[in-house]
């Protein structure tokens, strides 16, 4: 529809798309005849990255079916490709499961809450984000061993928190939608008394992660200066990787291209980062999904060395939905991330950049810690669960209302349950297809077919 249009078209809009996909198509989950083989859509993945990584890759995605969710956004992409959408699109995150939430401080130092990865964003269909993040909560609420009434509740709740927010931007300014955000504080506030106290001690953990804790934990001193330790496999510097790597080569990424990186900075970002001076550098092996990409750290120094800066430099790769939406608009697959990040969060890291390496890797940088917290998934009871659900579901509207339209949008969801209930049907039936590719996975590991192991 043309940008001239009036809300009360728009509206329409959204509500004559229901003729053709009902709210209720949504429900609806059967793998295809030809669906293609879930074990080979992960080792795909496994070919450009570092070889004597990939069973660690293998061992975190065995650990449960969650986790083997968390690392399986490439076999959801490609199931989605033949689901029902609207037609309406919104940048995406493409792997907006419950973990790929939490808490991170904004430029003001405000502790804010917001979607924290988005290796996989391109603008597409909002309708996917909104089901893996509900079939997250299914799964969830599996591992915590909760009622199917609990469950279920949780997972609805992530679609009404989705339904209620974007139904509030229908009637908020354009910039009232643009700068809303959710900090730490008003979550407490929202919280009953008893559940306050642990969540600001949590907030107080989150709030001591920075640079100088990350100094701490992955640096030590040696003849008068700091360098990152030494923890293989998981933390290795470049003067310790394996003949099978060259540092070299990962070294040029730091410092051939630092001044690649500057330039996709801001000019006040600039001067900032133009104070401190690299250090040392090391590769890192982070999160499931991840693991065996090249990641690697940097320590940077300001003024001495209780002024450090810890700068991640994460490799970016083709996103897991380019075999099902248009390919970006963004050839350098870092600055996908970043400028999707960017449109897609309410306040972004002030190091956000990109760059590129030898042989065409690409990549992105931000800090590595920045007051960064994580909900405690494993210890939510029925009543927490659903309260993060909501918490995520209101979020995830505020990321698709950026960059979509919010009132077409609402229009098609309406004001009642047949949605949430649909996708609720089709976060079951799809956890339940997760758990049949889990075990086509852990199979294929007790065969001998892949590998694993903690390295």
Not at 292 to 300: D, K
Request: net charge neutral; aromatic share 8%; with cysteine.
């Amino acid at each position: 529809m043309s940008e001239s249009a009036t809300p009360e078209q728009r509206k329409a809009q959204g509500k004559e798309i229901r003729k053709t996909v009902p709210r209720s198509s949504h429900g609806e989950w059967l793998p295809p005849a030809d669906r293609p083989d879930p074990v080979t859509l992960i080792t795909d993945q496994d070919q450009d990255r570092l070889q004597w990584l990939v069973p660690i890759r293998h061992y975190r995605m065995a650990e449960s079916a969650f986790t083997f969710y968390r690392g399986a956004a490439k076999i959801m992409a490609s199931d989605l490709s033949g689901t029902p959408v609207t037609g309406l699109t919104a940048q995406i995150c493409g792997d907006a499961h419950l973990s790929n939430f939490g808490s991170y401080a904004s430029p003001e130092r405000a502790q804010v809450f917001d979607i924290n990865d988005f290796d996989e964003t391109l603008p597409g269909p909002w309708e996917w984000d909104l089901k893996r993040l509900a079939t997250s909560f299914v799964l969830a609420g599996r591992d915590n061993e909760l009622d199917d009434d609990a469950i279920r509740a949780a997972t609805v709740q992530s679609v009404e928190g989705y339904r209620d927010m974007m139904r509030r931007f229908t009637t908020a300014r354009t910039l009232d939608v643009w700068y809303a955000h959710l900090t730490l504080e008003q979550i407490m506030d929202g919280l009953p008394k008893k559940d306050r106290k642990h969540a600001a001690k949590s907030s107080r953990k989150a709030r001591s992660k920075d640079s100088l804790k990350a100094l701490s934990k992955l640096a030590e001193k040696i003849d008068g200066s700091f360098r990152i330790r030494s923890d293989p496999p998981l933390l290795v510097p470049l003067r310790e990787l394996p003949d099978i790597v060259d540092p070299g080569e990962l070294r040029s990424i730091v410092d051939e291209s630092l001044s690649m990186y500057r330039s996709t900075l801001n000019d006040n970002r600039k001067v900032l980062l133009d104070r401190y001076r690299v250090i040392d550098v090391a590769l890192k092996v982070v999160g499931v999904g991840s693991v065996g990409t090249r990641c690697l750290v940097a320590l940077l120094q300001g003024n001495d060395d209780s002024d450090p800066l810890f700068l991640q430099i994460k490799e970016a790769t083709n996103s897991v939905l380019e075999g099902y939406l248009p390919k970006s608009v963004y050839e350098h697959h870092g600055r996908r991330v970043v400028e999707g990040q960017r449109l897609m969060q309410a306040s972004s890291d002030i190091f956000l950049g990109w760059t590129e390496g030898r042989r065409g890797y690409q990549f992105y940088w931000r800090q590595l810690y920045d007051m960064k917290g994580s909900a405690d998934i494993s210890k939510m009871s029925a009543e927490r669960l659903a309260r993060y659900a909501g918490i995520c579901g209101w979020t995830l509207a505020h990321a698709h209302a950026r960059s979509g339209d919010p009132i077409a949008i609402a229009g098609y969801l309406g004001s009642g349950d047949v949605f949430a209930q649909a996708v609720a049907d089709f976060a079951y039936a799809y956890a339940d297809q997760n758990q049949k590719d889990y075990e086509a996975f852990t199979t294929a590991i007790a065969s001998g077919r892949i590998e694993a192991g903690e390295g």
